[in-house]
């Protein structure tokens, strides 16, 4: 039996929150506001042994291409993610985003952060 990190699940399943969000997406797609997106589909090298891959790869409508990870809240994110989300955002062309759900009580939905 393997043991995970707290907070952790093995590679390719999604948390509530990330199961959340992609629920979001698929909505998005079948309004036809995204052509395509995968979770953890993209991983991505920012220098030797160090990689990040982001919790989904999105394709709009117009291809925009968007690399977004999921975090439960604000709090979560931290130092080191920043760190690899600004430098994957300066080599890479892509947008970088960070989302945070929304609670219901302040009306809902996902809060974006660009890189």
């Known amino acids: 039996m393997k043991h995970y990190a707290l907070g952790r699940l093995k590679t390719g399943e999604m948390n509530k929150t990330e199961k959340a969000y992609a629920d979001h997406l698929s909505l998005l797609q079948r309004a ?7 979770f953890e589909g993209v991983k991505l090298r920012l220098a030797d042994n160090t990689f990040l891959t982001v919790d989904f790869a999105v394709m709009s409508a117009s291809g ?9 809240s604000p709090a979560i994110f931290s130092e ?31 809060k974006e952060v660009a890189f």
């Open 32 to 38: 036809g506001e995204l052509l395509w997106f995968r």
């Open 64 to 72: 925009l291409l968007e690399m977004i990870d999921v975090k439960g």
């Open 80 to 110: 080191d993610a920043k760190v690899k989300m600004k430098v994957a955002a300066d080599t890479y062309p892509f947008v970088f985003k960070v989302v945070f759900p929304i609670p219901k009580r302040d009306g809902g939905g996902w």
